[in-house]
């Protein structure tokens, strides 16, 4: 998979941290706010019909629970490894979102990631940030 690029946001899952009360666990049943995970758009048939990244142009590999994404955030120069652990963001409902730092920009949401994970390369209080998303 070559990098993909987006915007990265944040969400809450599983027990209660940080910003976050108690939510569910995710669509894979193990997500927590926090542990380094994040959720994914094409995790299973199911959850492409929902989230539906084509429907903005973006093609994107079929990766299930467990699997590992490596995301970088331009801002900071800060990348981490996450595991999948849910459906999401619903990419479709953002199409053509655009978020920039500096003349690094990314459009249409492609990854949220737990508050742990979104707080080790940016701040939470930023919300989003363009990204690029890789497996190596």
Request: some cysteine; proline content about 5%.
């Amino acid at each position: 998979m070559a990098a993909l690029q987006g915007e990265m946001s944040w969400f809450c899952c599983g027990s209660a941290w940080g910003p976050c009360g108690t939510a569910g666990g995710g669509a894979c049943g193990t997500c927590k706010s926090g542990n380094y995970q994040h959720a994914w758009p094409n995790a299973s048939d199911a959850c492409f019909a929902i989230t539906r990244p084509d429907s903005c142009g973006i093609s994107m590999s079929r990766r299930t629970c467990g699997f590992t994404h490596y995301t970088t955030n331009p801002c900071s120069g800060k990348r981490i490894g996450t595991t999948i652990a849910d459906c999401g963001p619903q990419t479709d409902l953002w199409c053509g979102e655009r978020t920039c730092c500096g003349a690094s920009c990314g459009t249409n949401r492609i990854i949220d990631l737990t508050p742990a994970a979104y707080s080790a390369i940016a701040s939470l209080s930023t919300g989003l940030r363009p990204c690029s998303v890789d497996v190596v």
